[in-house]
């Protein structure tokens, strides 16, 4: 619960004017995607051992794919904090992209500034949505990923 707060709180001071959102750099979700990842992992790693690696072998799985099959499922535990990273950065910044092009249109036009203006409006409204949303996907997902593992 903490981390969708605190997630949420970065987003949101994110679209204030002027305030660079710290969650668009890649540096940063990942290094906090990775973070909290490499302890569920650890904590699951050294409480749950036996299920952990059982894990890695689904009950029922043909004996022929028992050498490729542990591969695939430790790849995709891997790739999880990466997935996170991505979906977190690239929706945010997409907004902020949006944002930056109506903001030109509005500047370099005079005759269309009132229509754009309008719309920069609801663009913000959308991207504050997007904010809160985006925190929720991220810890739903980490949830959603524990949940797995157990």
Same mark, same amino acid.
């Given at each position: 619960?903490?981390?969708?707060?605190? +997630?949420?709180?970065?987003?949101? *001071?994110?679209?204030?004017?002027?305030?660079?959102?710290?969650?668009?750099? @890649?540096?940063?979700?990942?290094?906090?995607?990775? /973070? +909290?990842?490499?302890?569920?992992?650890?904590? +699951? @790693?050294?409480?749950?051992?036996?299920? !952990?690696?059982?894990?890695?072998?689904? @009950?029922?799985?043909?004996?022929?794919?028992?050498? *490729?099959?542990?591969?695939?499922?430790?790849?995709?535990?891997?790739?999880?904090?990466?997935?996170?990273?991505?979906?977190?950065?690239?929706?945010?910044?997409?907004?902020?992209?949006?944002?930056?092009?109506?903001?030109? !249109?509005?500047?370099?036009?005079?005759?269309?500034?009132?229509? *754009?203006?309008? +719309?920069?409006?609801?663009?913000?409204?959308?991207?504050?949505?997007?904010?809160?949303?985006?925190?929720?996907?991220?810890?739903?997902?980490? /949830?959603? @990923?524990?949940?797995? *593992?157990?």
């Amino acid at each position: 619960m903490f981390l969708v707060v605190f +997630v949420l709180f970065l987003n949101i *001071i994110g679209n204030i004017p002027g305030i660079k959102s710290i969650t668009l750099f @890649y540096w940063f979700t990942g290094s906090m995607s990775i /973070t +909290v990842w490499m302890s569920i992992i650890l904590c +699951v @790693y050294y409480t749950q051992i036996v299920s !952990f690696i059982a894990h890695l072998m689904p @009950y029922g799985a043909p004996v022929g794919l028992g050498i *490729i099959l542990p591969i695939i499922e430790a790849f995709s535990q891997i790739i999880r904090p990466i997935t996170l990273i991505i979906r977190l950065s690239t929706n945010l910044a997409a907004g902020h992209i949006m944002l930056y092009i109506f903001s030109f !249109f509005a500047l370099s036009s005079i005759m269309l500034s009132g229509l *754009i203006s309008a +719309v920069l409006v609801i663009l913000i409204i959308l991207e504050v949505c997007v904010s809160a949303l985006q925190a929720y996907i991220f810890g739903r997902l980490i /949830t959603i @990923y524990i949940a797995e *593992i157990e």
